[in-house]
Every structure is written in C-alpha cells, then in structure tokens.
C-alpha cells in the first residue's frame, strides 16, 4: 500500500487528484468548525453528549452536529433524498425508463436527488434547531439558543438557513472529489468525519486508561477489519464462453472469460440507508417531544427512548433494515434480465446453461444466494460490535467513547481499499501506457 502511494505521488496527474481531495478535505474540516448564529457552543455539548439522535446523525457528520456548525446535517439530508430516488425508480415508470438512458439517465436522476435534498435539509434543520429548543428550556434553565426560535424571529430563519446551506455546500464537495478527485466523494466526506473524531476519543482515554480492554478491543477491531477485507475482496467467477463468429471471409475464434459477481455488491450502502430510515422516526418524535399534548408527547418520548442505539429493538431493526438494503441495492445495480441479454447479444453463453430465460434465472439464482451471505455479513459487522460495547466488560471504554463501532469501521475500511484499487488500476494504465506504444 505504501509503495503505491509513493508511486502515485511520482506520477503528476495523479498527483494533483490526490492534493484535490486533501484540500476539499481540508475545507470541509475548516467549514465543521464554523459554528450557525445564535448558538452557546458550551451548553449545547454539556447537553447532547449522550444523545442517541445526535449519535446517529454523527456518523454522516463527523460530530459536527453536536457543535452545530453550519455543516452539521452532513449528508444525511441527501442521502436520503438518493433513497427516494431509487425507490421511485422501482415504481414510477418514467423514472425506470430514464434510469436506463444511460450517463444522461443518471445525470437527470442525480439532478432530481439534488433538488429534493434542498427541502429535506431544511425540514431537518427546523426539526433540531426545535428539538434543542425544546429541551433546552424549562426546569433545567439551559439556553441552547441566545434567542428564542421561532419564525417570526430573522435568527431562526438565520439559522435554517445556514443549516440547509452547509448540507448544500457539503453535497457539492463531495461530487468535486468524485469528478476531479479519486473515489467516491460521498464516502470520502462521511470517511473524514469519521476519521475526525479519533484524536479527540484517543485523548478522552488516555486521561482515565484501562489498558487491558483496550488490548481485548483492539484484538476484535483488528480481527474484524480482516474479515470485513476478505469478505469485500470475495467474487463467484461464472464461466463464460463465446462462440465462433463469421465476419465476412474471416472466422474469429471464440474465448473464455468469467463473470465476476461479488459477494458484496452492494458496499456499505445499506448500513447507510438503515440508519438514514432509522433516523426518520427519531426525526419526527423530535418534532413532537415539546408538544402542550401529553399523549403525544409521551409517545414522542418514547419511540427516542425505544430507538436507543444500545437497545434490543434498534439492534433488530438495524439488522434487518441492513439485511433487506443489501438485497433490494444489489439488484438495483445488477439486473440479471440485462445481464443475460447482453450476453446474448454477444455470442456468450454459460456453459451448461442456455442462452435467454434460463441465463436469466441462473444469475439470478447465484446472486440471491450470495448476496444472502454478503447482506448478513454487513448486518453482523454493523451490529456485533455494538453488541460488544454493550457488555459489562467494555462499561470503561464505552464511557469514554472508545467504542468500536462497526459502522464506521466498516465505511472507513471500505473507503480505504476500494481507494487503492483506483490508485493501483490508475498506475496499472500508466505502465501500460509506454508498452502500448
């Protein structure tokens, strides 16, 4: 790994790739510590440290929510607008047929995704900025706010409006790393946040260490990210074969190759949409918790106490909404019925298996079955670790958040190879450059 990133510094195009994603890196960490107006910085951390709803929007935000900083909702506003998209693409048929027009198909797609983020982030920034509001008040005497909010108030709007500019802003960092970077910018964004919050957790430990559960600890993460690459590096390889073609006078021998279908297809995208879906219904209880109607506001208060990231029914429903995106991406991004026309139209075939509605079946057949292993792999990782933490045992690392999330591990490791695949397939077409010619 290290000698292909010094061989890609050597080379100057890539180079400049690797510089460009550093900076915008380096700018969005700069915009995470520019705080919205109106905000007492000091009061707000005493009071949301522990707050599962800001845990979960953390990890698209690198904690920036809990400073409230103008790109504290991180992506998570387009994030979802993305899953809307792609379940409207499944059901609304003229976005079907768009999403299979091509590079102008997707661009039309993304620009609609875009567009829809612009609403979701200012309806979550009101939802927060109501939330902290609310419990910021009352017997406690805590003033998250330096004035009240309200929308006849211009700080409030002041407020909301930065919030839902900073997610904006964000977005388009992001797709200026995919464009003129390396990797996907999305992931690099949520990958830096991540990232962000380890000096800060490796200092709050060391003031209070308890050396020998960090070494436990560290021995599970270790043998977790090893997992996690060997699972992310495993494909099924299906044979194919093409036949002998006739072009005018001249015959051309027909190949072999493989089809390579990975047991993950879908990456960490799952884990993402289930906690932006787990995320909804905090969203809403938030809305309703300062409600002057009791039953409303107990049933606010409980779906946020129900909803708890070290709770039974937000581990089960973590599993299972993982489990479920894993199958519902992975033939969003790989159709069997293209698949096997495709090969038809070619001259390919599997052999022992016929061409048309039997390829058909056959891919499809393989793909349920690995993505199974694949979908419940990414389900265990993103939950084992959190049930972990949560034993007696790790009570000490877990109070000074060195938790080992699977989430983030799993992200983060992902980022990071599918990163050197890109720097490695970019040198490989360097080399083969002075060859060719």
Same mark, same amino acid.
Request: glycine fraction near 10%.
């Given at each position: 790994?290290?000698? /292909?990133?010094?061989?890609?510094?050597?080379?100057?195009?890539?180079?400049?790739?690797?510089?460009?994603?550093?900076?915008?890196?380096?700018?969005? !960490?700069?915009?995470?510590?520019?705080?919205?107006?109106?905000?007492?910085?000091?009061?707000?951390?005493?009071?949301?440290?522990?707050?599962?709803?800001?845990?979960?929007?953390?990890?698209?935000?690198?904690?920036?929510?809990?400073?409230?900083?103008?790109?504290?909702?991180?992506?998570?506003?387009?994030?979802?607008? =993305?899953?809307?998209?792609?379940?409207?693409?499944?059901?609304?048929?003229?976005?079907?047929?768009?999403?299979?027009?091509?590079?102008?198909?997707?661009?039309?797609?993304?620009?609609?995704?875009?567009?829809?983020?612009?609403? &979701?982030?200012?309806?979550?920034?009101?939802?927060?900025?109501?939330?902290?509001?609310?419990?910021?008040?009352?017997? /406690?005497?805590?003033? =998250?706010?330096?004035?009240?909010?309200?929308?006849?108030?211009?700080?409030?709007? =002041?407020?909301?409006?930065?919030?839902?500019?900073?997610?904006?802003?964000?977005?388009?960092?992001?797709?200026?790393?995919?464009?003129?970077?390396?990797?996907?910018?999305?992931?690099?964004?949520? %990958?830096?946040?991540?990232?962000?919050?380890?000096?800060?957790?490796?200092?709050?430990?060391? =003031?209070?260490?308890?050396?020998?559960?960090?070494?436990?600890?560290?021995?599970?993460?270790?043998?977790?990210?090893?997992?996690?690459?060997?699972?992310?590096?495993?494909?099924?390889?299906?044979?194919?074969?093409?036949?002998?073609?006739?072009?005018?006078?001249?015959?051309?021998?027909?190949?072999?190759?493989?089809?390579?279908?990975?047991?993950?297809?879908?990456?960490?995208?799952?884990?993402? #949409?289930?906690? /932006?879906?787990? &995320?909804?219904?905090?969203?809403?209880?938030?809305? #309703?918790?300062?409600?002057?109607?009791?039953?409303?506001?107990?049933?606010?208060?409980?779906?946020?106490?129900?909803?708890?990231? !070290?709770?039974?029914?937000?581990?089960?429903?973590?599993?299972? &909404?993982?489990?479920?995106?894993?199958?519902?991406?992975?033939?969003?991004?790989?159709?069997?019925?293209?698949?096997?026309?495709?090969?038809?139209?070619?001259?390919? %075939?599997?052999?022992?298996? !016929?061409? +048309?509605?039997?390829?058909?079946?056959?891919?499809?057949?393989?793909? %349920?079955?690995?993505?199974?292993? +694949?979908?419940?792999?990414?389900?265990?990782?993103?939950?084992?670790?959190?049930?972990?933490?949560?034993?007696?045992?790790?009570?000490? &690392?877990?109070?000074?958040?060195?938790?080992?999330? +699977?989430?983030?591990?799993?992200?983060?490791?992902?980022?990071?190879?599918?990163?050197?695949?890109?720097?490695?397939?970019?040198?490989?077409?360097?080399?083969?450059?002075?060859?060719?010619?």
């Amino acid at each position: 790994m290290l000698e /292909s990133m010094l061989n890609a510094f050597r080379a100057p195009d890539i180079r400049r790739r690797l510089l460009f994603v550093a900076f915008i890196l380096i700018v969005y !960490r700069a915009l995470a510590h520019v705080l919205i107006p109106g905000i007492n910085p000091a009061e707000l951390n005493a009071k949301g440290t522990d707050n599962s709803f800001f845990g979960l929007l953390s990890l698209f935000s690198g904690g920036d929510v809990r400073k409230m900083s103008i790109v504290g909702l991180g992506l998570n506003p387009y994030i979802n607008a =993305t899953i809307i998209m792609q379940i409207l693409q499944t059901t609304i048929p003229s976005l079907q047929a768009l999403s299979r027009e091509g590079e102008y198909g997707r661009n039309k797609i993304t620009s609609y995704s875009r567009w829809l983020s612009v609403p &979701l982030s200012a309806l979550q920034a009101y939802g927060i900025l109501a939330y902290l509001q609310a419990t910021g008040g009352g017997s /406690s005497g805590v003033s =998250t706010f330096t004035t009240t909010f309200s929308f006849e108030k211009y700080e409030s709007w =002041t407020q909301i409006i930065a919030l839902t500019t900073g997610s904006i802003v964000l977005m388009w960092l992001g797709e200026l790393i995919t464009e003129k970077g390396i990797g996907n910018g999305i992931s690099f964004i949520i %990958f830096a946040g991540i990232v962000s919050r380890v000096p800060s957790t490796v200092m709050t430990f060391l =003031t209070s260490p308890d050396w020998l559960e960090l070494i436990v600890f560290g021995m599970v993460g270790i043998l977790i990210i090893f997992v996690i690459i060997f699972v992310q590096e495993g494909q099924r390889r299906i044979p194919i074969q093409y036949a002998n073609r006739v072009r005018g006078h001249r015959i051309y021998q027909g190949g072999s190759t493989f089809l390579p279908l990975r047991v993950n297809m879908s990456g960490v995208i799952p884990i993402i #949409f289930a906690i /932006s879906i787990l &995320l909804f219904p905090l969203q809403i209880a938030t809305y #309703f918790q300062a409600s002057s109607v009791g039953w409303v506001k107990d049933i606010s208060s409980g779906i946020i106490s129900w909803l708890d990231t !070290r709770g039974p029914l937000y581990l089960s429903m973590y599993f299972l &909404l993982t489990l479920g995106f894993g199958f519902f991406y992975t033939f969003i991004i790989f159709k069997p019925d293209e698949t096997a026309n495709n090969l038809r139209k070619s001259g390919g %075939f599997i052999p022992g298996i !016929r061409p +048309g509605q039997p390829t058909e079946d056959y891919l499809r057949r393989v793909a %349920f079955r690995i993505t199974l292993a +694949g979908a419940a792999f990414i389900a265990l990782v993103a939950v084992l670790p959190m049930v972990i933490a949560a034993l007696p045992m790790f009570a000490n &690392l877990n109070a000074v958040g060195v938790g080992l999330g +699977g989430t983030s591990v799993l992200i983060v490791v992902s980022v990071v190879v599918e990163t050197m695949k890109q720097l490695e397939a970019q040198l490989m077409m360097r080399s083969y450059e002075g060859f060719i010619r």
